[in-house]
């Protein structure tokens, strides 16, 4: 079995790269990279005393995370700000968008809110403590949307956080439902992106087997999840939403014609649009976060060049195989630049 190095370095040769898997930087100085994360270390401790799921364990001299059935094991540089700087710096990632990963606050029940502010609170101390290298993306404890207003409010106002992790469901409950319009509308006051990020997928039965949650089943609930949100109409209903999704966008961009045809030739699911769905989409911003340039070279197709966001998925995913990729497409200077730095800058108001 290939290691993650070796697969890195087939996928450059694959797209004859060769020295472009070294981290060139765009002209304006370093890459942003709008989709990375970060566990914390005292809510890995609180979720160690904990019997139910979401829960922490020993296992084979590491930690393992427990969310449903879905084990994943901890790395030690998965909870460690300055690895995360040497791999940025290694990559010619000048800034990084830095988020918790799942679980998230809403699979805490009563304890939501509280993990919401201790987790928020950790992400901002490493953008205050590195100053121009980490903005903060928040979560929040959506099952209590009183306390989540307030949690946006307090994040962006005192702690300088610059957008929202919404997981793409939460506690199994898909975010186009009503009880969370109140979210989006206040995304939208306070001019926060969010990004729309897999969690514990609902498909996770579905594809447990052969290991294909991560590879499909996550895939999967953001490009429901997606759907979903185009379908309810929120799009329409809140103009000024900036939502991005990652991963180019789950497996939608490739689907959208099959709900243009449903919704606009077969009339099933177009009640609450004014538009074909493709139309809606293309006001979504996507992540570059594929191990495959072809993807890439589709979205930056679909959603235009600048609605394309250079992003990673570290730790999980090596940086230098996402920049090498996106090289390998030899798209005008001016075009990686706005991919690589000033798209974000423009979203996250940098």
Known sequence: MRDRREFIQSAALGA?????????????????DCQSHIFVPELIRMMEKRKDSPYVRQQDGGHVVVVGDWVRKLQPQHTDAAA???DMDAAGIAMTGLSINDPGPELFGAEGPAVARLVNDYVAEIARKHPGRFFGLMVLPLQN??????????????????????YSNLAGVWPDEPRFRPMFEQAVRLDLPVLLHPAYPM?????????????LGLMFDTTIALARIILAG??????????VCPHVGGTLPYLIGRLDHQTQVLKRGAENIKRPPSEYLKQVWLDTVSPIALAIRYGIDFA?????????????????????LVKSLKLPPATE??????NAQRLFKL
């Not at 929120?234 to 939502?243: E, R, T």
């Not at 630049?337 to 000033?342: A, G, H, V």
Request: hydrophobic content about 35%; some cysteine.
């Open 234 to 243: 929120i799009l329409d209903q809140y103009p000024g939403l900036k939502l």
């Open 145 to 166: 949307i009183d306390e989540s207003l307030k949690e946006m409010e307090r994040c962006a106002s005192r702690l300088g956080m610059k957008g929202i992790l919404l």
């Open 16 to 32: 004859g790269l060769g020295a472009t898997m070294s981290g060139m930087q765009p002209a304006d100085g370093g890459k942003i």
């Open 304 to 324: 235009g060049e600048d609605r394309m966001l250079y992003a990673s998925d570290h730790p999980w995913v090596d940086p230098q195989m996402i920049t090498g």
């Open 337 to 342: 630049t706005k991919i690589f730095t000033t």
């Open 84 to 86: 995360k700087l040497r």
């Open 203 to 215: 498909t996770y039965e579905a594809t447990k087997g052969y290991t294909m949650a991560a590879g």
